[in-house]
């Protein structure tokens, strides 16, 4: 859970969730010991389950943790299977009916909740936040619904906030988390730019008890899951038995490990719901197909926010608003202790893909694009790599830094570059071009250009194939 991400495994977790979210390490969790110990998978009978089959286990062995996999076009189930474990301890493998922590796939839970009060009368998504926390201190802003759910409010990320480890193990309410970061300075004024946070979505959790009189989990579980028959999602409890709930790990020096706890009544409504792969396509479908929410409130929902300066901010309510291959793609990661996941629809192909994996540093992004692009008949290429002249490459060494502070700290090893994060270990990076560079098994990649104002090079985060997401570092040393 943690934006303020430190060494080793939390590393990747800045590159593939830089986008949006993070709840970023992980507790324990509990798996049940009368499961079969094998996978109990779809048959791989036609060439693209073979292919997505194949693809899959090369990148997750059957010893380490894994990954559940659905992919489905409308209600048929294309490819659903589990790879790797989902308890090492007890040498349980993943099968696709475990449940998994999904960290910030809960926001769209989340923002299809307000939605909901919304077309009951209960609030409007422009009202101030002033309404539902009149002491709230708003620097003489005037901060919305919109820009809790569209991550434009300015408000700061507790998760940032140096304090933080001091109570991520308390069970506390959503008033109290709120009270840990309301005094904090804002980032920017409202609506001036995107900037992930989870203190939103916080708050809007905090709306929904306050206007239902129910716990937030309470209001989920009767109006959504329960509805839906979401037999296998909730919000989580390290107290609760779950059957079949997943284990997950963090890479600790020595290899892998049980990932720090979290308590779960502090992401609330911006991280803590598990579930599985079969659910989230329920949830999905049921979305989509206006079920949850009006086409009205779903449209208002995955439509960019327009930032104060007229640009897109390619992120809706609690969706991203992206491409893949050419088709628009409604999308999103999440993070929490423990576990990577994402998911992703394609509206024109109706194809839908969600990976949830119980390590916190791999790229669920990588997996479940490349397996898109695959279904539609539209692969992405294989990179070429090629050597890059040393003069060119000693040109882009140096520390860089963006405007919402990620450090990179670029070098050359063995004739090639490596790039550390906010500290972390180096990590290699492969050369596609004389001033482009990927990590390994990932969409991303860092591009070297001529800088607008100065003689040096500006370095731009990418974290999917498309270049959507672009995020300038300026050299600092």
């Not at 769209?108 to 101030?128: H, K, N």
């Not at 409504?269 to 479908?285: E, F, K, Q, R």
């Amino acid at each position: 859970m943690r934006n303020k991400l430190i060494v080793g495994a939390a590393l990747i977790v800045i590159f593939i969730g830089v986008l949006y979210q993070k709840f970023g390490e992980q507790g324990e969790a509990v798996v049940s010991a009368e499961m079969a110990q094998d996978v109990q998978s779809s048959a791989v009978g036609s060439e693209l389950e073979q292919e997505i089959s194949a693809f899959l286990t090369e990148l997750y062995p059957d010893d380490e943790p894994g990954i559940s996999v659905i992919l489905a076009k409308g209600d048929e189930i294309l490819y659903k299977n589990g790879h790797g474990m989902a308890n090492l301890e007890h040498n349980i493998s993943i099968s696709p009916e475990m449940v998994f922590r999904l960290g910030s796939l809960t926001k769209q839970m989340t923002t299809a909740s307000i939605m909901m009060l919304a077309e009951e009368g209960l609030l409007q998504v422009d009202d101030p936040i002033t309404q539902y926390f009149s002491n709230y201190p708003t620097h003489g802003y005037t901060i919305t619904l919109r820009h809790l759910m569209t991550h434009t409010s300015g408000i700061i990320d507790f998760l940032a906030i140096e304090e933080f480890p001091e109570i991520e193990k308390e069970d506390i309410t959503a008033m109290d988390v709120i009270d840990f970061f309301k005094n904090q300075p804002m980032n920017f004024a409202p609506g001036e730019a995107y900037s992930y946070t989870n203190s939103g979505y916080v708050m809007l959790g905090a709306i929904i008890e306050q206007l239902t009189g129910q716990s937030y989990e309470d209001f989920v579980q009767e109006r959504i899951f329960t509805p839906l028959g979401m037999d296998n999602t909730y919000h989580g409890s390290f107290k609760r038995i779950i059957p079949n709930r997943v284990t997950g790990y963090a890479m600790g020096p020595n290899g892998y490990e049980n990932s720090s706890y979290l308590s779960m009544t502090i992401p609330g409504a911006a991280g803590a719901i598990i579930s599985t792969v079969d659910d989230l396509h329920t949830w999905n479908t049921a979305l989509f197909a206006g079920d949850v929410v009006s086409m009205e409130s779903l449209e208002e929902m995955t439509t960019p926010f327009i930032l104060n300066n007229g640009e897109l901010s390619n992120y809706g309510f609690g969706l991203a608003i992206q491409s893949l291959r050419g088709q628009p793609m409604i999308s999103h990661t999440g993070g929490i202790n423990g576990f990577i996941t994402y998911a992703a629809y394609l509206p024109e192909s109706d194809m839908y893909v969600a990976v949830l994996g119980n390590t916190g540093y791999q790229s669920r992004v990588y997996e479940a694009n490349t397996i898109l692009a695959m279904a539609i008949g539209d692969p992405y290429p294989a990179l070429q790599s090629q050597a890059v002249d040393s003069d060119v490459l000693n040109r882009y060494t140096g520390k860089y830094q963006t405007e919402r502070g990620i450090h990179f700290d670029v070098s050359v090893v063995d004739e090639g570059l490596s790039v550390s994060i906010n500290g972390g270990p180096a990590l290699d990076l492969v050369a596609v071009s004389d001033n482009v560079f990927y990590l390994d098994k990932s969409f991303t990649h860092l591009s070297f250009v001529e800088s607008a104002d100065t003689d040096n090079v500006d370095l731009v985060l990418y974290t999917n194939a498309e270049e959507s997401d672009g995020q300038v570092a300026r050299l600092i040393e």
